[in-house]
């Protein structure tokens, strides 16, 4: 039922027809697949957060090819904003602006505000110029599950609930946009995410950073900033603290827990796959903490291998660094953990 589509000419533009009647169309950007729709047709929007399971109060990015474009959905483009863009646009940096009128409660969850960004994919660039609207896309997975890297991911979630999906290979990102907010003083981070907040502050000295998980009833200042969000199925336990503690705990928890009969998969970087020595686990490597990068690309990718090997209980334990795209990386493990062990340094 879902058509899957190549990234041809002719692929663009019949995905293009499609999100004009008001279809919902899978395309990869940067950063992980998104599902699009129509951002000024709210009947098309509503069907997206259908085809999602996504509650109504979570709004959604609206996705654009221009400064110009973007321009039109806000009734006030700031400096910061205007200078963000100029530097990071395209790329994987989501704005949020005060909302033009223009622009669906439906795609702002009833918010006075409206999240933009412009993707530097070109299939995503592509798609967005045949359309010449503006695209609401969430990243194109069910709700509250890890988000999708491959066309793959997009069709064992969302198969026969969307028209079509554009193949257009793995993501080169792998984690999803930073997300910052200018409507608020001062302006804040409210998801880390591709572009490194390190770099943001470059340009806004004062930017914030809201810190994550939020607790699940603390109230959400980004409606979507739930704490338990990108999870697997499978209960997935966090180490963290001293990195040697936390080591020694997690290798004695994968011994309890096979000795009581349970599938165990551990997820974990090089060093810490390395230190942990043989392990009566199914083990995905994640690739080496020299390379950040190479890490948030997979990251999604073996949590959805782990969910679907059919194990009992996923461990992992926080990586490497804080700073760059390991907060992004952090911030996702921590959401998709459904426990939180945290083991003091000896
Ligand atoms: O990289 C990405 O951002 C991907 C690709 C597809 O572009 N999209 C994505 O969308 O991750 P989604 O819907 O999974 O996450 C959007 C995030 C949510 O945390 C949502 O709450 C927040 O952006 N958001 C959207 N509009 C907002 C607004 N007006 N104010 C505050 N947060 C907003
Ligand atoms: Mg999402």
Request: proline share 9%; net charge negative.
């Amino acid at each position: 039922m879902t058509a899957v589509l190549g990234t041809d000419p002719g692929s663009i533009q019949r995905a293009a027809d499609c999100l004009r009647a008001g279809g919902l169309v899978a395309f990869p950007t940067e950063t992980v697949y998104g599902l699009g729709a129509h951002a000024l047709d709210g009947t098309a929007v509503r069907r997206l957060f259908a085809a999602k399971g996504r509650p109504p109060h979570d709004p959604l990015i609206v996705h654009v090819s221009s400064l110009e474009q973007a321009a039109v959905l806000t009734t006030g483009m700031p400096a910061d904003a205007t200078a963000l863009a100029g530097e990071f646009w395209p790329g994987p940096l989501t704005i949020v602006l005060k909302r033009h009128e223009s622009v669906p409660r439906e795609v702002t969850a009833g918010l006075d505000t409206v999240a933009v960004r412009v993707p530097a994919h070109p299939v995503a660039r592509a798609l967005i110029e045949a359309t010449a609207f503006p695209v609401a896309a969430p990243s194109a997975n069910l709700f509250s599950r890890p988000s999708p890297t491959t066309a793959a991911h997009v069709l064992h979630d969302l198969d026969g609930r969307i028209d079509m999906i554009i193949d257009g290979g793995p993501t080169p990102v792998g984690v999803e946009s930073t997300v910052v907010d200018l409507t608020s003083t001062p302006p804040r981070v409210l998801r880390p995410g591709g572009v490194p907040i390190e770099r943001l502050r470059a340009l806004l000295p004062r930017l914030e950073i809201t810190a994550t998980p939020l607790a699940a009833d603390q109230a959400a200042p980004s409606p979507g900033l739930l704490s338990q969000h990108y999870s697997p199925r499978t209960p997935m336990a966090l180490y963290s603290g001293g990195a040697a503690s936390a080591q020694a705990a997690l290798f004695k928890r994968i011994q309890d827990a096979t000795a009581n009969g349970l599938r165990v998969g551990v997820l974990a970087t090089r060093e810490q796959a390395d230190a942990l020595g043989p392990v009566t686990a199914l083990l995905i490597d994640v690739g080496s903490e020299q390379a950040p990068d190479a890490v948030a690309r997979r990251l999604y990718a073996a949590i959805r291998e782990l969910d679907n090997a059919n194990l009992d209980l996923i461990l992992t334990q926080q990586m490497a660094g804080t700073d760059g795209l390991w907060r992004a990386i952090a911030d996702r493990l921590s959401r998709a953990a459904t426990e939180h062990v945290v083991v003091p340094d000896r």
